[in-house]
Nanobody, 125 residues
Framework: QVQLVESGGGLVQAGGSLRLSCVASGRPFSRYAMGWFRQAPGKDREFVAVRSWNDNTYYAASVKGRFTISRDIAKNTVTLQMNSLKPEDTATYYC???????????????????WGRGTQVTVSS
C-alpha cells in the first residue's frame, strides 16, 4: 500500500520559517518526481514546488527564492524548507507523487497519483 505522510506544519509569524517533510512508502519513488502543492480555503489546489526524478527543481513564482525542495532517495523523503513566510502562504500543504516515471518538467495536481493527507501552515501577520 502506497502512503505519503506529511509533517511539520504549524503556526508561524510572517517572516518566519517552517520545514515540511513527507515520507513515502509502498513503492520505489526514485523514478518519479515528487512535489508539494497547497490549497487555501475557497481556492484550487496549486503547484508549489517539484523535484524531478533526476533532481531538477521547479518552483511557483510566488515562492521562488523563499522555498527549497529537497529529497533523500534512500529514505524516500521529500522536504520543503519555507523561509520568509507571508500570510498569503497560509494553506494546507500536500505532498504528491507523479504518475509518470522519468517525466521532464513539473506535474499538475491532476497528474499526481498519490497524495498525503496534508499539513496545515498558518502564517500570521
Amino acid at each position: 500500500q502506497v502512503q505519503l505522510v506529511e509533517s511539520g506544519g504549524g503556526l508561524v509569524q510572517a517572516g518566519g520559517s517552517l520545514r515540511l517533510s513527507c515520507v513515502a512508502s509502498g513503492r520505489p519513488f526514485s523514478r518519479y518526481a515528487m512535489g508539494w502543492f497547497r490549497q487555501a480555503p475557497g481556492k484550487d489546489r496549486e503547484f508549489v514546488a517539484v523535484r524531478s526524478w533526476n533532481d531538477n527543481t521547479y518552483y511557483a513564482a510566488s515562492v521562488k527564492g523563499r522555498f527549497t525542495i529537497s529529497r533523500d532517495i534512500a529514505k524516500n523523503t521529500v522536504t520543503l524548507q519555507m523561509n520568509s513566510l507571508k500570510p498569503e502562504d497560509t494553506a494546507t500543504y500536500y505532498c504528491a507523487a507523479d504518475s509518470i516515471p522519468f517525466r521532464v518538467g513539473v506535474f499538475s495536481p491532476g497528474e499526481a497519483d498519490y497524495w498525503g493527507r496534508g499539513t496545515q501552515v498558518t502564517v500570521s501577520s
